[in-house]
Structure formats: C-alpha cells, structure tokens
C-alpha cells in the first residue's frame, strides 16, 4: 500500500480511538460517582477490594479513604496496594486503652465534607457497626445517596437498621474471610467459644417476619427494632432448648426461623423480662497475621476474647453479678461497685449504650445501680458488652518510666506503682485497680498532642 493510504487508514485508527475515548468519558461522566470510607479497624485488603470491584460495575469511584491506626503505614505490601488503588490512608490516633470508636467520628466528619463539597453522588460505606447509620443519614440529610456495603449475609440486624434510614444495602462476598470459632450459649446459662461444626451449611433469611411475630407474642421483643439475636437467646434458655450457637448472628436466626415455621403453634414459656443476656466483647479489634489465622476476622477474635455468652436471672445483686462477670468487680483490687460503675459507663462500647437509654449521670449511685439492672434485662439491649480494661499498655509506660522493675510484675505491685503515679501528678486518688487504670489511659490521653480532643 501507498503511503497516501497508510496515512488515510492511521488516521482513521486514531479517529475511532478517539471517539471511543470519547465514549468512555461520557460513559464515565454519566455514571455514579463513588466515595468509598472504609473502617480500617475491621476491614482489610481482600474486603476492599471486593468493595471496590462492587463500586466500579456501578460507576466511578472517585475517591477512597481507610481509616485507621498510624501502624498500618510500617505494611509495605498494603502500603503498596493503597498505593496502587489511590486510596488515602486517614490516620485516626487511638487512645491508649484501646477502641475502634475514633473511627466513627473521622468517618463522619469525611462524609460530611464529601458531601458538602458535591464531591460524589453517593457515599458509600464499608463498616462493621451499626452506629454508622447515623453518618448514613447525615450524608442522606446533605442530598447524597448512601450504599452500605456489608460484607457476607451474616449481620441482618445491621442489614435492616441502614435500610431502615434509608440506605442501599449490599451484601459482599469476598472470598474465604468468614470466623472460625462461635459462641455457644449452654443449658446452665453459661457459654464457651467452640470451632464451629464441619457441615457449616446454615440457612440464612432475609424475612424474619415469623421469627420475630413469635418472640413478640411471647414478650422476648417489645417492637420490630430489639434485637432478634438476644431475645432469640432467651427464649431457648427459657424453653430449654440450649445449647444454642449465639454468633455468628446467622445461627440463632437460622435456629429461631426453623422452630418458629415449625413449632410455632407450640405453647412455648412467656418472657417476663427476669433475663439479663450477655456476649461480652473486647471491642479491641486485632489483625495480626496469627490472630486472623486462628480466628479468621478481627471481629471473631474480640468475641473469642469475651469467654463466650452468658445469661443471669434477675435477682437483688443483678449488678453486682453482672459486672463481676464481665471483670468489673472482684474480691481482690476491684471491690467498690461504684468505682465499677464509673469504669464500666468509660468503656466506649458501654458508654454508647448508657448514652442511647438516658443513663442517669447526676443521680444517686441507688438509683444508678436500680436503672443499670433494669437496662441489663431489657429486650432494647443486645447484651454486647465491652470487658473491663486491659492493663497491658499500663504496665508498660509505667515500667518504661521507673514505677514498676519489669512489665510482668505482680499486680499488687501494679497496684501500687498506679498510686505511686496518681500522687506525684496530683490526680484524685482512685480505690480499685481498673479506677486507676482509666485514670491513666484519661491523664496520659490529655497529654499526649496526638490524641484527638
């Protein structure tokens, strides 16, 4: 061919390549935009991905922040990933004691200026906890759509709480990320973590309509909104029908469908609210390579570091007993119930509970202590309740500043290198062990220029 005809034929190669370019930009400039806010403290590479992938069937994803603790940086390989995606990593300082709930805050305030700045169309959510529902509807409040994108089908609470405010929900699969272990709740009203069963084929529903009709009629639900998981577990404690796998949510729900569709018209106890349910959590989530292997999530290796679900029948030292079981009160260096009491309300977890049911604060520790035994037997609550205070990061700046020889030494000598502390900067003198420890976490956070205020 001639020259002529070759320059004639490139250039209409470079016309049609033009005009498809053309046509994926205003493909592109047509579809939804996208801004993905991933909860760093839950949510890892695999699952981010698979948020990702979701997002771009859709449209564009224009903007991606991870939110999380400063140590992610020191992982050159997810480094290199959020490198690769353009993702922006939003490091969010934690408090020395521990806890996801910075996240939430940071993850609030970036929608908020997402929005406001006509930045995306719609915000979309990769989270675990369904306290993100109130950034979902503040996002919705700004004009912006919201997707929140639940990984698995395991968490139908969540599921119908952020479709309830208005969002899209969307159930990810992401590969072989699932938890191995459950929580199994005894006959005796005891519980244990367990490896779950070989033939792990569940059912899973998406209208609980049945279920929840039945703990209704029977009083274990006072409307649509308690959770199905608690009452679920009372009304088999009550019935005699443990063991009963508590969590993962899917087991109790698939357990609850089957008897209700089945069993339903059987004349089953009613609950007069004498229950106080109980899955205790850590709410200190851990990603390590080791804890992810023996767990499988970072949400299974909290629940694991609970012990497993409990029940107690209400009764004139409800809680006493209660705190006593989730490590508030014992009969060593934690004896003062009130000062159990002021710990207990710090934990972030605990704190968001009393803080949603109107904990009266100001009042007498009578009548406190009458409303936290009420509050413990309500079918409004889901008994997740976070552990005392862990005293490892304690032991460790006060080994590291001379109080105490080595970071294992005794707890009495804890005890005691706390006081020490506590006096020589002029901090009210506390009675227990934990009342010391918070008053640390509090005095080392209020000095410390990284912490958010």
Known sequence: PSSQSRQFGNSKKKRKATELLQSMQTSRIDSER??????????????IEAALQVLRTRGVVVHCSLFAAPPLRERPKFTEFLKRESIELEEVPRKIGGSKGPNDIAIACKATELSALNKADCIALLVSDVDFVLVAKSAMKLGKRVVALLPGTRNKHMSTEFTHAGAEVVQMEYGSARPKKIAVLNGDGTGNI?????????????DLTEGISLLKRLNYMQHDSDP???????????????????????????????????KGHVSWNMYEQQLAYAL????????????????????????????GPFILKDSGTLPEELLAKLGYLDDELNTDFEEAMYVFGTRTRNKREFVQFGYPYSDC?????????????????????????????????????????????????????????????????????????????????????????
């Open 365 to 453: 520790i009578a009548t406190r202590r009458d409303f936290f035994g009420k509050l413990a037997v309500s079918s409004k609550v889901r008994g997740s309740w976070q552990l005392a205070p862990n005293d490892t990061s304690i032991r460790n700046h006060l080994c590291a500043h001379g109080y105490l020889t080595t970071a294992d030494d005794p707890k009495a000598d804890v005890h005691d290198a706390m006081l020490d502390f506590a006096k020589k900067h002029d901090l009210v003198k506390m009675k227990t062990y934990h009342g010391r420890l918070v008053q640390l976490f509090q005095h080392h956070d209020q000095h410390n220029p990284r912490k958010r205020r």
């Open 228 to 262: 199905v998981e608690a009452a679920a577990a009372k009304f088999f404690f009550m019935n005699d029908l443990c063991p009963l796998t508590v969590w993962p949510s899917v087991y109790p729900i698939a357990a609850l469908m089957d008897l209700a569709r089945h």
């Open 34 to 47: 996208f801004a993905l806010l991933v909860d760093g403290d839950c949510h890892g590479q695999s699952q």
């Open 280 to 307: 205790p959590d850590s709410h200190i989530p851990s990603k390590s390579l080791a804890s992810l292997a023996e767990f499988g999530t970072a949400r299974c290796k909290s629940i694991a570091d609970g012990g």
């Open 194 to 206: 367990q490896d779950p069963p070989i033939d792990d084929d569940i059912d899973e529903h998406d």
